[in-house]
């Protein structure tokens, strides 16, 4: 602030990375608070799965010998969430998504059933869990809505010049996360969807705190805007 108003011609920009990132966390762990309830209401789910998810996660990892099964029937390694970082919840569920013929291989085995003893009630809830397939048809439709929002994030997260493009990818990333969500509903454009607004709402209420004049001056001075 000091800055600008001593240099009228500088602007601050607020990080696009960081703001997708809040939205993320706006979806993901919505909160129940008088002002968040219809969030909370509409995406509550979604904390729902991923708590299962780290759930899991971390009765796998919280023990030698589940790990050292766990390494035999995958190649691949369990991630985990970064306190601040919302979009790692996206490669977590990803990495599920990668892993789920070798968990499920896991805990339909006889070493499952004879390790699972020294916590019967947790073990089973991890079989249920990676047995459950309406559990990892919402891990699709969590991973297939946010994909969109998580490819701008990777787009502008580099050393590539990205102020010029702001506009166009939020507004094709919108409409695609509305596709995704339309889509799963099996509604049409015209139909009203509370989940999108939900999330629409999210969305417009980050790109509001976000928007500045410099990204209406970059998209106004792209040429590819005026390409015929």
Not at 15 to 33: E, F, G, P, R
Request: charged fraction near 20%; include cysteine; proline fraction near 2%.
């Amino acid at each position: 602030m000091f800055i600008e108003s001593e240099f009228p011609s500088i602007y601050w920009t607020p990080c696009l990375v960081h703001t997708l990132n809040l939205a993320l966390k706006s979806i993901y762990a919505a909160k129940n608070t008088d002002k968040n309830s219809d969030i909370y209401h509409q995406c509550s789910w979604i904390l729902l799965i991923v708590d299962d998810a780290t759930f899991v996660k971390n009765f796998i990892m919280g023990h030698s010998m589940r790990l050292s099964m766990f390494n035999n029937f995958n190649s691949l390694k369990l991630l985990s969430v970064a306190p601040t970082r919302f979009d790692s919840t996206i490669v977590m569920l990803k990495r599920f998504k990668s892993l789920k013929k070798g968990l499920q291989e896991m805990i339909i085995s006889d070493e499952w059933s004879f390790y699972k003893k020294d916590n019967v009630d947790s073990a089973q809830f991890v079989k249920e869990t990676l047995l459950t397939d309406n559990w990892w048809m919402k891990v699709d439709y969590i991973l297939a809505f946010t994909v969109p929002i998580y490819d701008v994030l990777r787009k502008t997260n580099t050393d590539i010049t990205s102020l010029h493009l702001v506009y166009g990818m939020w507004d094709s990333m919108t409409e695609n996360v509305k596709k995704v969500i339309y889509q799963h509903e099996r509604k049409t454009k015209v139909e009203y969807s509370s989940f999108f607004m939900v999330v629409e709402l999210i969305l417009i209420d980050r790109w509001t705190k976000s928007n500045t004049h410099l990204h209406c001056l970059a998209h106004s001075l792209n040429p590819r805007q005026y390409i015929i």
